[in-house]
């Protein structure tokens, strides 16, 4: 008699994974609970929380938007935001949004904004929100306080929050200690080593940071759940002195350790499993796209599968999945804009 | 050394890959098709009489007298017919007659229950597929499967060769028609049975492309690649190569089809799949 010896199939590699097909796994999530089409979803994080976001909706259920895209720059490739946030990809950014919504400090930076080649005024915060800048920095901080309302309303309204945990790397404005989605440089502004620093983020860190967002999150609204969920696209670049993958591997490592021991502590929290749909081995990366990197409309199907078997009545898709195409939805990767940067500087 | 292979339909690519791993060997491809052919068969038993080993999935009764000092190695024919679960047959009153061999159960039970073609399309969804138990396909051809190689002896090879053939994907055609990747693992196969090893991936011809069943998008998802509706269609029954672009063309054609050859929709009856599906009590 040993310990392993009436474990379930799906807790064995030969019955679990080697046996099966793809992604025709017995997912056995340790928790979850039934959306209904009448609750409010608000979803937060990295690139990949816009899939699910879209999807969602696709399928009819109540994606809660509570800050729509400026008629301006509306279009049909327009990311998909509960608020106009853009892609939130680490823990400190999640932590500092809402605690910035809030308590609506809608100007904490020392370098508020930065002037492209139009001398247009750029939110460090949003600069693939707004990317043609605003015409003053008073315009920018109208729409700011706007937009922390905005946010604040999402979560305060939200019955579910899906949260998707991206990056543990980040820039950081070294006298504010805000942290900004995306390198200064990239889309807009300038590196100033004496402005902003580096900060690859520890396990310890990130799970301070989410314990931080989810006290102040539970303060704005104590019945809302979470569902969260790490993302499965790997990094674009890495500043670390290492290999790209090295890198990933630390940063998705990371961030599944926070996901797995919060929503083993907190009844509330829910932990899904897209991370591991995307990146298992028996998928021999179907599920990814040719660079490896980001998923392949496949592997979103198969993700939102699992999700809607495991989280809806419905139990399977009533209507196709958002494909991205050209003139359709696209998922937009800040992070994207790093790798063609790079090229065209090469 | 010389090996003989007779394995029906999937003996020219086993016996091709085969060669390719022992290119000294003479590898003999003899598929047993025409057995009741006299000379045929005395042809055969000659050649196989005069070999090291007869690699076969079935041994005829006649082959009773076969000269003892050969080894004979029975291995299963590799079917699985997880990927297109919707293949069966129809047959007339009694099933004396297989009207066709290749069909859709879904479009056939549908004309058997007077349901207009333009309507057969729409019971390609996942709910249906549910219903005919063809997202339990994979678990039910890989039991089949194993049972097959507990059958013949050869449990031991079993989940090295499984773990092969699946590795890269899709590895049929058709429910008992392999593509070239599954011709060259059970190649690989027979080679370590007769006591070789090698790493090499044989790459046979793809003898069995002329006929290619539709991956099913709502079950495609569960093999990792993106589904379609197209077949290319041939054998006896089928007047030449046919290849459809299309769910709608596809359900016409078999409809089509019925109607020339005077299908008795009350009289005729579906052949149930390699997995024992009923289609007509599943859908109607």
């Known amino acids: ?346 | 050394m010389k090996i003989v292979i007779s394995f029906n339909c999937q003996t020219p690519g086993v016996a091709e890959a085969l060669f390719q791993l022992n290119p000294s060997y003479k590898i003999l491809n003899i598929p047993l098709f025409n057995i009741n052919d006299p000379s045929f068969r005395a042809a055969a038993q000659k050649e196989i009489e005069s070999s090291d080993y007869w690699i076969t999935d079935s041994i005829p009764e006649f082959f009773s007298s076969i000269n003892k000092k050969i080894k004979v190695i029975e291995v299963p024919m590799l079917t699985y017919p997880a990927f297109y679960p919707d293949i069966s047959g129809i047959s007339g009153e009694n099933g004396e007659k297989t009207i066709r061999k290749y069909h859709s159960g879904i479009v056939a039970a549908a004309y058997k229950n007077n349901m207009p073609v333009e309507e057969v399309p729409s019971l390609f969804n996942k709910i249906n597929f549910n219903k005919l138990g063809f997202f339990n396909a994979h678990q039910d051809s890989f039991n089949n499967l194993k049972n097959q190689y507990s059958k013949y002896g050869l449990e031991k090879y079993f989940y090295d060769f499984f773990y092969e053939v699946k590795k890269n994907g899709i590895f049929m055609y058709t429910a008992t028609h392999p593509n070239a990747y599954g011709h060259a693992c059970i190649a690989k196969l027979v080679n370590k049975i007769i006591g070789n090893e090698s790493n090499v991936m044989p790459k046979p011809k793809d003898y069995l492309s002329y006929f290619q069943w539709s991956l099913y998008p709502d079950l495609s998802i569960y093999h990792g690649i993106e589904g379609y509706y197209r077949w290319l269609l041939k054998d006896s029954t089928l007047p030449n190569e046919i290849n459809i672009l299309g769910l709608e063309l596809f359900c016409q054609f078999y409809y089509q089809q019925y109607d020339q050859d005077e299908v008795m929709k009350n009289r005729s009856y579906i052949i149930k799949n390699e997995l024992g599906t009923n289609f007509e009590k599943a859908l109607f």
């Not at chain 1, 100007?107 to 990317?131: A, G, H, M, S, T």
């Not at chain 1, 820039?171 to 989605?181: A, C, F, R, T």
């Not at chain 1, 670049?237 to 998705?252: G, L, N, P, R």
Request: with cysteine; charged share 25%; net charge negative.
């Open chain 1, 1 to 346: 008699m040993h310990p392993y010896e009436k474990i379930n199939a799906y807790q064995r590699w030969t019955r679990g994974v080697a046996e099966k097909y793809f992604t025709n796994f017995e997912w056995a999530l340790k928790k979850t609970f039934e959306i209904n089409k009448n609750q409010k979803i608000v979803s937060l994080g990295s690139c990949f929380a816009q899939h699910i976001a879209k999807n969602l909706q696709t399928q009819g259920f109540s994606y809660l938007i509570t800050e729509e895209p400026p008629k301006d720059i509306q279009d049909k490739d327009y990311p998909f935001y509960s608020a106009l946030y853009g892609n939130v990809y680490t823990l400190k950014q999640a932590s500092q949004l809402i605690h910035r919504a809030k308590n609506n400090l809608f100007q904490v930076l020392n370098n508020d904004y930065w002037l492209n080649q139009q001398n247009n005024y750029i939110d460090p915060f949003r600069p693939n929100i707004f990317k043609n800048g605003f015409k003053s920095y008073e315009d920018l901080i109208v729409e700011r306080k706007i937009h922390l309302d905005k946010t604040l309303k999402a979560f305060l309204e939200a019955d579910i929050l899906v949260l998707t945990l991206g990056l543990t790397e980040g820039w950081v404005e070294k006298n504010s200690g805000y942290i900004l989605p995306v390198a200064p440089g990239v889309l807009s502004g300038e590196y100033d080593p004496q402005k902003y620093e580096f900060k690859n983020f520890l396990y310890a860190e990130g799970l301070e940071d989410f314990e931080n967002f989810y006290v102040t999150l539970k303060s704005i609204n104590k019945n809302v759940k979470i569902i969260i969920t790490v993302s499965p696209v790997m990094l674009s670049a890495t500043f670390e002195d290492q290999h790209v993958w090295i890198s990933s591997c630390y940063s998705k490592s990371c961030l599944r350790s926070i996901a797995e021991e919060v929503s083993n502590k907190h009844k509330d929290i829910y932990y899904f499993p897209s991370y591991e749909i995307i990146t298992n081995p028996a998928s021999s990366s179907s599920y990814l796209s040719p660079d490896f990197r980001s998923v392949s409309h496949l592997g979103v199907q198969s993700v939102m599968n699992v999700f809607f078997e495991k989280f809806t009545e419905q139990k399977s898709l009533n209507a196709p999945l958002a494909r991205e195409t050209n003139n359709n939805f696209k998922a937009e990767c800040d992070e994207d804009i790093i790798e063609g940067f790079i090229r065209k500087t090469e």
